[in-house]
């Protein structure tokens, strides 16, 4: 059973940056493709970013192009998703997920962490 965690959410002002882990236990991360995902009470969950097993392929919402990075060390088991240039309607929980092959579709995930609040006040 793999299980993921995050941490670092918190309270910011507009265009400010936050760089949440997610670490992995239970089994080797390396072997699972990770996504990041946001949600807001009354909303689907929405895709933010997915990264491959190796870290080679990665795909970010076209909303968060520019702004969001995703990075992973197997290493650590840990993924990160760097966030710069935050926004007010980026207010959310932000929760990583993990599944076998690299997709967008949150539904396809196989393992979820908690979530950690991301609040982005204007």
């Known amino acids: 059973q793999l299980q993921l965690v995050e941490s670092g959410g918190g309270l910011l002002q507009a265009g400010g940056l936050l760089r949440p882990p997610c670490p992995a236990s239970?089994?080797?991360?390396?072997?699972?493709?990770m996504g990041w995902f946001r949600h807001v009470p009354g909303k689907c969950r929405e895709f933010v970013a997915t990264?491959?097993?190796?870290?080679?392929?990665?795909y970010f919402a076209d909303s968060v192009k520019g702004r969001f990075t995703i990075s992973r060390d197997n290493a650590k088991n840990t993924v990160y998703l760097k966030m710069t240039n935050l926004k007010h309607e980026e207010t959310a929980v932000y929760y990583c997920?993990?599944?076998?092959?690299?997709?967008?579709?949150?539904?396809?995930?196989?393992?979820w962490g908690q979530g950690t609040q991301v609040t982005v006040s204007s």
């Open positions: 990264i491959s097993r190796m870290g080679i392929t990665i």
């Open positions: 997920a993990a599944r076998p092959l690299r997709t967008t579709i949150a539904d396809d995930y196989n393992y």
């Open positions: 239970g089994l080797t991360s390396s072997t699972y493709a």
